[in-house]
Each structure stands twice: as C-alpha cells, then as structure tokens.
C-alpha cells in the first residue's frame, strides 16, 4: 500500500519535492506492473521538463480556479448536502486515528484520503473507502480531466488500476454519483456500506 502515499503527492500542489514522489510512484511502478510503468511515463517527462511556475499554473488551472476538477471526494459525491458533513466528520475522526496531519484541506481531499488508505492498519476500511468511494469518484474525475487533456488523466487512470488489483472481487458497493436516488446502503459508519457486507466476509473467512 505504499504507492498510495507517493501518488498522494502527485496532487498536491507543486513544488520542487514534487519530482521524489513523481520518481517514486516510478520505481514502484516498474516492480509491480510494466504496462503502468510504461504509462505513466508521459506524467514524469511533463513534470522533468517543465519549470515549476509551468507545472503550478497548470495545477491552479485544473484543480483551483476554474475548479474543472474537485479534489475534495465528499463535494464530489454529495455537493453540498448535509450526507457530506456526516462523511467529513467520521473520515475526519479516521484521519486522526494514523496521525495524519491534514493541515489546510479537508480530511476528504483527495491525497489525504490516499495517505489514509496507505497508513491504515484497518484493511476492511481501506477496501470500502476504496471500492465504495474512491473508484466511482475517480471514474468521474477522469471524464472530466480526459475532456480537458489534462496530464493528470494518466495518474487517476493509474490509481484506478492499482486499487482495482488490490481490491479485486470486492463485496462492497460503489456509491451512485449524481442521482438523488436514496443509496440502499445508509447504516455503515463511514460511506453508508450495509453491515451484512461483513457478516458475508466473516462467514467467507470460517469456511
């Protein structure tokens, strides 16, 4: 799970440590799978070959003011109903519980929500956060970064392939985005996952 904490990097804003995590993710990346390594390649030569004031101009582009993609996974899935309070606060409380320092973003922003899928000690957290939350979201992001050839396309595409493999043939769900539809789904403590969800793992686990 380390790799998620050196791809959490790669959406903070740049700076001149931005390039370690960058190398890192692509150190990891040809250990595990060389078609990911393979692709994320075109990711490390946009940030080798550009200036820092190029690199933070097209962050702010795409992540801060014209906000063409939200970094913050609760907007993204509630916007500004009341569910995305009750999701801040228990991730809020999960993110306190690794000692993660959020600082000035929110507890659901998305490289803090990667550094606690790297940090937690709760494997069954990690896969709904991941399954139930996290892939639905970045399938979302990714529409919108490919409409705008956004180099950050390559990153998301990776990050939904990593957690895929490591979450494969989850019993979680993935939470509906953009319907007002009530998800049937609304008595787990974090994303609303139905309790049976573990009642079926633990039976899994007996035989």
């Given at each position: 799970?380390?790799?998620?904490?050196?791809?959490?990097?790669?959406?903070?804003?740049?700076?001149?440590?931005?390039?370690?995590?960058?190398?890192?993710?692509?150190?990891?990346?040809?250990?595990?799978?060389?078609v990911l390594a393979s692709k994320f390649?075109?990711?490390?030569?946009?940030?080798?070959?550009?200036?820092?004031?190029?690199?933070?101009?097209?962050y702010i582009k795409i992540f801060d003011?014209?906000?063409?993609?939200?970094?913050?996974?609760?907007?993204?899935?509630?916007?500004?109903?009341?569910?995305?309070?009750?999701?801040?606060?228990?991730?809020?409380?999960?993110?306190?519980?690794?000692?993660?320092?959020?600082?000035?973003?929110?507890?659901?922003?998305?490289?803090?929500?990667?550094?606690?899928?790297?940090?937690?000690?709760?494997?069954?957290?990690?896969?709904?956060?991941?399954?139930?939350?996290?892939?639905?979201?970045?399938?979302?992001?990714?529409?919108?970064?490919?409409?705008?050839?956004?180099?950050?396309?390559?990153?998301?595409?990776?990050?939904?392939?990593?957690?895929?493999?490591?979450?494969?043939?989850?019993?979680?769900?993935?939470?509906?985005?953009?319907?007002?539809?009530?998800?049937?789904?609304?008595?787990?403590?974090?994303?609303?996952?139905?309790?049976?969800?573990?009642?079926?793992?633990?039976?899994?686990?007996?035989?």
């Open positions: 799970m380390e790799i998620y904490k050196y791809i959490a990097d790669l959406f903070r804003y740049p700076t001149a440590e931005s390039l370690k995590s960058i190398q890192r993710v692509s150190e990891i990346l040809a250990e595990k799978d060389i390649e075109p990711f490390v030569e946009f940030h080798s070959n550009k200036e820092i004031t190029s690199l933070e101009e097209h003011v014209q906000a063409i993609c939200h970094l913050d996974i609760g907007y993204i899935i509630f916007g500004d109903d009341s569910k995305r309070g009750r999701f801040l606060y228990h991730i809020k409380e999960e993110q306190e519980k690794i000692g993660n320092d959020c600082g000035s973003d929110l507890a659901d922003f998305l490289p803090n929500m990667l550094t606690l899928i790297a940090k937690t000690e709760n494997r069954d957290l990690a896969e709904e956060l991941s399954v139930s939350i996290l892939l639905p979201v970045l399938a979302k992001m990714n529409q919108k970064l490919e409409s705008e050839n956004s180099i950050f396309n390559i990153p998301i595409e990776i990050l939904i392939s990593l957690l895929e493999m490591d979450f494969n043939n989850s019993e979680y769900e993935a939470v509906k985005i953009g319907t007002k539809e009530k998800p049937n789904f609304l008595n787990h403590y974090v994303t609303g996952i139905d309790k049976s969800l573990f009642e079926r793992k633990k039976f899994k686990g007996k035989k």
